[in-house]
């Protein structure tokens, strides 16, 4: 029996729903998303539309190898300075999203790296894995399985 868990386009979808609606319950003012590239790409992108949200950014944060090992975060695609300066001074909070939190090293590395550069960002995940060192200020499910998503290669569904 496999431990993978594999998501379906509908699965992301209500996921996503969740986390807009948690967003909305909250009162929050969204001025712009940061998608973590690649997992975060889809998963911003339909919480752009539910959030009405224009801006999207992309930044490029690596964590694992194709082998499923896990290493240190590196950044590969950085935000320009212009990029930072408008997400400095627009209002609204910024999101920045990934599709897992699995030990949180990602965000805990974004924290260190770019929320010291820009003000009030919130930390969203489709998916927070129990044992993540951070726990997202937005997320759908908790999972301790390996998520397939529908974008990844030889899927499926």
């Known amino acids: 029996m496999s431990n993978d868990y594999t998501q379906s386009w509908r699965d992301i979808h209500d996921l996503c729903k969740i986390i807009s609606n948690s967003i909305k319950l909250q009162n929050e003012k969204v001025g712009n998303i940061i998608a973590l590239s690649r997992g ?15 801006r999207i950014y992309s930044l490029g944060v690596k964590s694992y ?73 937005y997320f759908a499910e908790k999972s301790y399985k390996w998520i397939v998503y529908p974008w990844e290669l030889n899927n499926s569904k």
């Not at 975060?40 to 224009?54: F, K, N, Q, R, S």
């Not at 320009?80 to 910024?94: E, F, N, P």
Request: aromatic share 6%; net charge positive; charged share 30%.
């Open 65 to 137: 190898t194709t082998s499923r090992k896990k290493r240190e975060p590196v950044m590969y695609q950085q935000l320009t300075k212009t990029d930072i300066w408008t997400l400095k001074s627009s209002t609204g909070c910024t999101l920045i999203v990934d599709d897992i939190c699995d030990t949180g090293e990602t965000f805990l590395f974004l924290r260190k790296n770019i929320c010291k550069e820009i003000d009030n960002t919130r930390f969203v995940s489709l998916i927070l894995k129990p044992k993540s060192k951070i726990t997202p200020r």
């Open 40 to 54: 975060g790409l889809v998963p911003a992108t339909v919480l752009a539309h539910e959030l009405d949200i224009d």
